[in-house]
Structure formats: structure tokens, C-alpha cells
């Protein structure tokens, strides 16, 4: 099998040691990449810090063209790039290719941004004093940025942190997953089919255990973490005088209100809940429904999750796949018999076999079981009844997590009431806390983390404001 090539400053490189990357459907191996030495990783900040000036000063047609290059050739190699996906991830190839959909576009708004991206002026004489004087402000990149991504979107959230990046000129260094690897650096080739100069973009596939001396370099002043809160909070203790963004976890709450469409609620929470295996920050995971519905929505879940297609992730059919691996379920299978010891009842799945768990639905949960209250990320859901809007809200908020949240109802006023009260960064009324749309501003408050992406959002995160004033103007 042939050893896939890292990006070292725009260039394939190979350093002196290997790495494997397996399926965990089955333990077959998927494909084997080189590792980048310490040397050949300083030569990769190095070069980034060099070209930084350069970066920053490229005209806006050619970042544009470059990340619309980029979109255009992930389109053409959509399948290819899928497979490679659910070959790595594990995730049913129905998702493998909605992410890879979802690339397309990211970089596609990318570009459109990009283009978009100006300064502004503002007229400073509205005080005698300041007569003849007009402020020009512009966005200005920080400088290099540290670009660490998470195995669940291999692609996509790679396509997150390197193309606001490209957009406001600042070079990126992506440190991926360990155990998904190859589509950074599928992602890698395309970028080097560009005319983005030498030094603008590296991909160093390199054990977690190193990336604490990337972290700490100072020259490179921003680091982008998306992962588990403990990593990420520590990550940002050890560099408080750094620009970090932080996407961290969640225990996303779905809300299911007495005038909902109980059948369109369970079917959306049964999918959403297990869809890549619950390997999702947004995935549904607690689901509070007012009480006088809740039997009736009860019988309208559980078929709904029994009834997920289950199985091969390369299947057409298969909906719900394995974990990441067998390590990752046996965590999860551990979490629902800790919470079933303490008096949880499961009323579906709650079984492994290898690294799938069957899609799981625990009712009579503790409130302190890690199952309720930390990130289980796995297809897991709890349900939880609620006896009124009021106290439903509170139960969503009851939580060291605010990422996203979804409110099942047809009531504006509850819309509303939820946009008020709930403390997360997201509220999608009428569907799923899983929902993203990748323009749109994503991110979580208390220990969901700091920062938004969405591309415009990340390319303000990404920048700091300066201002020239103009002396002696007639206005």
C-alpha cells in the first residue's frame, strides 16, 4: 500500500516514520501516511511565519480564486472523497457524502466572502475638533494560525479553520486527527493545486502527545481548536496571551412542546440523535417533552429509532455505523451501565457489538449520571419529561454545556421566549439542535467554548481591526 505524502509548506514531504489508519467496521487497513520529523515541523512554522506578510497582502482575486479552486475540485472528487470519509471515519457513506457536500460549499462562501471582505470609513468631524478628519478601518490577519480538527468531520471542519484563513490571508498549519488523517491530506493536494505561495498552508499529520510545542510557538499567534472542553480549556491555559477559538462539546437538548408535529419531532430526534453514531457535537442528546404529550411522543419514538437501519458504513442503506473505534463504544457502553445501575430504564439499543452501539434511548436517568450531564457522543438520548415551556427551558439550561438547542413547537411566542432564555448559541426552532447551515454563525457559550465559525464569523475571529486617520480632508 502506498505511503500518503504530508504538506510541508505547499509541498508533498516524507519523514522517516509511519502511521496506520484502520477501518472500525471491520479493523481493515485503510491507508498508511508518513510522519513529519521536529525538524521538518519547524520548517513548516517557519515558513508560515515567513510568508505571513506576503499572505496578508495577496490581492483578494487570488485567495478568492484559490478557495473557489478548492470547491470546484472537492465537487469533482466528491465520491472519491466520500469513500475515503467512511473508509477512515466510519460513518455511513449517507453522511460521508453530506459532509463532503458541505466542503464544497464552505469554501465555495469562502470565496464569496472573500471577495466581499473590505474596509470601511467613517467621518470623524462631528466635533469641531476633529474637523477634516475620516477614519478608514480595515481587517487585519493576526498572523499564522494553528488549525487543530477533530476525527468526527474529517473534512469538513478541516474546510472550517484553512479556508477563513485563506480568506483574510493568514497562512495555516492543520495538525488533524490522529485516527483520521487522510482526507486533511486529500485536502492538502487540492490546496497545492493552487497558485496560494509556498509557506501559505502545511498539513502535518502528527501525534497529539507533539502538538503542545505547536501550541506554545510564538509564532503562531492563533490557535483554532475544535474538540472535547478539557483538551481545548487546556489548550487555552497554556497560552493566555494567544487569539484562540475554542469549539468544544456539547449535550444538545431537543424540546419537544405540547403543540408540536410529534411525528415529524420523533422522527427528526430519532435520526439526529444517532446520525454518525451520535459523533456529533450537535447530536441529540437530551430530549425534554411537556408532559401531556409525552406518552404520545414516546410511542412515536422508539419505533422510529428501532427502526434505523443499522450495520456496514459503505452500505447505501446503513444509517447508524460504528464509533471511531472499539476504545470510543466501550467508553459508551460503560456511561449506559453506570446510568442503568443507578436507576436509568432502557427502553431501546444499550447493547455493543465491537466499536457499534445499538442507537439507545434510557429513560428515568440521574441527574448526575455522566450520560445526562457530560458530552456522551455516541447514539445515545435520554428522555426527560417537563411540566411546563417554563420548566423545559430551565432543563435545557441545567447544563455546563450551550451549544445549540431545538425547540419542537408551532408558537412564535415560545420561539421567541426560547431565543430569550436559553443559553446556547444556537436555538433552531422546529427541528434539531443538529442543524448547521455552514455560513451561518456557529458556536457555544459556558463550557461549549470561545469564538464562532460560519465564514464570515470566523474571518472577523481570525482578524483585528485597524484604523488609519486621514488628516486634512474636505469632506
Known sequence: ????????????????????????????????????????????????????RQAAALPVHVRAEALAHISRRIAERAEEIATLITAENGKPILWARGETSRAVATFRFAAEEARRWSGGVQRLDTEPAATGRLAYVSRVPYGPVLAITPFN????LVAHKVAPAIA?????????????????????????????????????????????????????PVV???GSAPV???????????????????NAAAVVLADADLEW?????ALYSNYQAGQSCIAVQRVIVEQPVYDAFVERLIPAVTGLVTGDPADEKTQVGPLVSEHAAERVEQWVQEAVAAGAKVLAGGTRE???????????????????????????????PAASVDEAYAMVNDSKYGLQAGVFTRSLDAAFQANREL?????IIGDVPSYRADQMPYGGVKDSGIGREGLHSAMEDLTYEKVMVLTGLTL
Open 423 to 427: 443559553e446556547v448559541g444556537g436555538v
Open 224 to 226: 483554532s481548536f475544535t
Open 1 to 52: 500500500m502506498d505511503v500518503r505524502t504530508f504538506w510541508l509548506a505547499g509541498r508533498p514531504a516524507i519523514g522517516d516514520t509511519e502511521l496506520t489508519v484502520t477501518n472500525s467496521h471491520d479493523g481493515r487497513e485503510i491507508g498508511r501516511h508518513s510522519v513529519p520529523t521536529d525538524a521538518q515541523v519547524e520548517e513548516a512554522v517557519a515558513a508560515a511565519h515567513a510568508v505571513a
Open 265 to 269: 419531532a420523533a422522527q427528526r430526534i
Open 354 to 384: 465491537g466499536a457499534a452501539i445499538a442507537p439507545t434511548v434510557l429513560t428515568d436517568v440521574p441527574h448526575d449520571a455522566k450520560v445526562a450531564c457530560e458530552e456522551v457522543f455516541g447514539p445515545v438520548m435520554i428522555l426527560q
Open 232 to 250: 481545548g480549556y487546556a489548550i487555552a491555559d497554556q497560552i493566555p496571551r494567544k487569539h484562540v477559538t475554542l469549539e468544544l462539546g456539547g
Open 168 to 220: 483574510v490571508g493568514a497562512p495555516v498549519i492543520v495538525k488533524p486527527a490522529p485516527a483520521t488523517p487522510l482526507s486533511a491530506l486529500l485536502l492538502g493536494e487540492i490546496l497545492a493545486e493552487t497558485d496560494l505561495p509556498l509557506g501559505m498552508f502545511s498539513v502535518l499529520p502528527i501525534e497529539n502527545e507533539r502538538a503542545s510545542a505547536l501550541v506554545q510557538d510564538p509564532r503562531l
Open 153 to 156: 468531520f474529517p473534512l469538513n
